[in-house]
């Protein structure tokens, strides 16, 4: 076994009062660059290899949304690192423009606990940044923390986990897919209404319509529920990052770190030579079908004839956990509850829902939608509805229809604002991370590049790259080291 690294990256949807999509990459642009905590300018991108597949090519090119393109058609942009404005925060994070839609990336983390508040902390970033876009502006600006415009298009919210190169494409497709298609259910984000394949009044998850592929390494268009990115933003002869781009994005901090645990497991009971049993003959397939099953008993059909349920899976995850995961290694028991919050859902779902409404998004909005249709008798295709919806994911104060269910104790309480705040400065974790947001705090003046995997400074007018580990446990006291010299000795010491 080993300690995974996970990060998760979100696109907000953005919306600027008077404005429209051919501005977006614009707004978005101008956001990230509003960033009040934007410590260093200068992604290094050297190390990026996005055309690159698991399965051991590289692809000419990726595919694009053909609506996406006809926005952009004829239109004249500046270079890719100018549109792109990264800026790499104090704690680590990096906040970016992501085809017209504010992304930002948490640091690495170990724990799900500490993931969570780091995820949490993003949208305090992207919803401060909206503010002061607002004030220069005088517009209106909202950000959503969602998947969908509800007309068509979609971003994303995607994972990272850091595996052993040995594990490989067969190997990490056959033990991870089964859970990212039946944990839909106990972290699906909700939605009125669908995009493709059955129609249905609402479903459970904001992305399952718009997967198209099993694999593949596309992220844009023809979207694949296992994407082969082979990106390891690590040693490439050690590591691989394993992308996960068909989850939702969630406003219940429960839901964020079960989605990761779930795959943890997995990938753990992969590398001890325990995978789960299940071949699925369309994944793709899959999602949407378990989607509109809101009972969550969505059939998921098996190579050949036999078929299995979403519950199945997850049960089947947690007696393999159980029996060949060491519950003393860090992080499987904190996994492993998380199995049985699982467990606890689809039993919620059988009955009454009341545990699955205070503890899962598309649940807590099901019984949200329901309420207001029983109050104003609206149907599912009104305006309003989808309004509602929307309004479940704003990180407006005025208008977060999601911190209104929580103040009203209708779901289970968020973490303490100084908890988040504290990961808003600096990452709590001794990993990678806080080797970066020391380097972007305290010696950006030196900084030439940053990345996900390495630093490069100016020493005595030469660039000097320094690699970081995943593996490795940085010392704490590099907070104060007194020179850049000091501290890049730090970063190569044996620990």
Same mark, same amino acid.
């Given at each position: ?40 300018? #200068? ?32 239109? !004249?942009?500046?270079?890719?690192? %100018?549109?792109?404005? %990264? ?11 992501? !085809? ?19 995820? *949490?902390? @993003? ?25 969908? %415009?509800?007309? @068509?298009?979609?971003?994303?919210? !995607? ?63 023809? /979207? ?44 753990? *009971? ?25 009972? #969550?008993? @969505? ?38 509850? !998380? ?12 009955? %009454? ?55 009203? #104790? ?12 504290? /990961? ?11 080797? /970066? ?59």
């Amino acid at each position: 076994m080993w300690p995974i690294l996970v990060g998760i990256e979100t696109e907000y949807g953005l919306t600027v009062e008077g404005r429209g999509a051919t501005e977006q990459v614009d707004d978005s642009m101008a956001l990230v660059r509003e960033s009040p905590d934007g410590r260093f300018v #200068g992604w290094d991108y050297r190390f990026e290899s996005p055309r690159a597949d698991l399965r051991g090519y590289v692809v000419d090119r990726l595919n694009v949304d053909p609506e996406d393109a006809r926005y952009d058609q004829g239109r !004249h942009r500046a270079p890719d690192t %100018d549109v792109r404005s %990264d800026r790499v925060l104090a704690n680590g994070a990096r906040l970016y423009n992501d !085809h017209g839609h504010p992304e930002y990336a948490t640091p690495e983390c170990w724990s799900l606990s500490e993931l969570v508040l780091q995820d *949490l902390a @993003g949208e305090q970033f992207v919803a401060r940044a909206a503010e002061r876009l607002a004030e220069k502006a005088g517009r209106a600006v909202r950000v959503y923390k969602n998947n969908t %415009d509800y007309h @068509g298009a979609s971003y994303g919210t !995607h994972e990272s986990y850091l595996v052993p190169r040995e594990l490989g494409f067969e190997r990490l497709y056959k033990s991870v897919v089964p859970i990212l298609v039946a944990r839909t259910v106990v972290c699906g984000a909700g939605k009125t209404g669908f995009e493709s394949g059955e129609p249905c009044e609402y479903q459970i998850s904001q992305r399952a319509d718009f997967f198209a592929e099993r694999a593949g390494v596309d992220t844009l268009y023809r /979207r694949p529920v296992f994407n082969t990115r082979d990106e390891p933003h690590a040693n490439p002869g050690e590591w691989i990052r394993l992308h996960v781009i068909s989850g939702d994005a969630n406003r219940m901090p429960a839901a964020t770190a079960r989605k990761c645990a779930l795959v943890k497991l997995a990938l753990w *009971l992969e590398g001890t030579g325990h995978s789960l049993e299940w071949s699925l003959e369309q994944p793709e397939r899959a999602m949407r079908a378990v989607s509109r099953d809101l009972t #969550g008993n @969505g059939r998921v059909q098996l190579a050949g004839s036999d078929w299995t349920t979403p519950r199945q899976i997850i049960e089947s995850l947690g007696e393999a956990a159980s029996r060949h995961l060491d519950a003393g290694y860090p992080g499987v028991a904190e996994a492993l509850q !998380h199995v049985q919050a699982s467990i606890d859902i689809f039993d919620s779902l059988a009955s %009454d829902g009341e545990l699955a409404a205070r503890q899962v998004d598309w649940a807590a909005k099901l019984a949200m939608l329901r309420a207001f249709q029983e109050e104003d008798g609206l149907e599912w295709n009104d305006p309003a509805c989808r309004s509602a919806d929307l309004s479940f994911h704003c990180l407006d104060p005025e208008e977060d229809l999601f911190a209104a269910l929580v103040e009203c #104790g209708m779901t289970d309480p968020l973490p303490r604002v100084a908890d988040i705040e504290a /990961r808003m400065a600096k990452p709590q974790e001794t990993n990678r991370a806080l080797a /970066r947001s020391v380097a972007v705090s305290r010696f950006a003046d030196s900084l030439k590049g940053v990345s996900w995997g390495k630093l490069t400074f100016e020493m005595d007018g030469k660039p000097k790259t320094v690699s970081l580990s995943p593996e490795k446990c940085y010392a704490r006291d590099m907070e104060s080291a007194g020179t850049v010299e000091d501290f890049i000795a730090l970063l190569e010491e044996e620990r």
